[in-house]
């Protein structure tokens, strides 16, 4: 298993439980899959984006975000389902956008 960053951008205006859910769903998604999340956390709250992202919601309407949640993971997982991952990820609404990367482990 490969260590992986991942950095998400997600909806500002979430109430707090429903928060708690995503975050969960993240988490829950990562060790379905086999892996293991070590930390997890978020970086910022409300931060201003340098553009803004535009969002289909479920209810089929379109929204402009200039703000968002920072929401970052650490994570262990298999290289090869790495792609699956992705995948789930798109699939959540309100996650806006997101970025996956390897981390260079110590030797």
Known sequence: ???YEAMLLIMPDLPEQERKNVFNQISQ???SK???VENADIWADRRKLTFNIRATLTSGGVKKFNEALY???NFKLDPTLISQLKQDLKLNDVILRFLITKRETKS
């Open 1 to 3: 298993m490969n260590s």
């Open 29 to 31: 998604t990562i060790s």
């Open 34 to 36: 086999g892996g293991k």
């Open 71 to 73: 929401y970052l993971v």
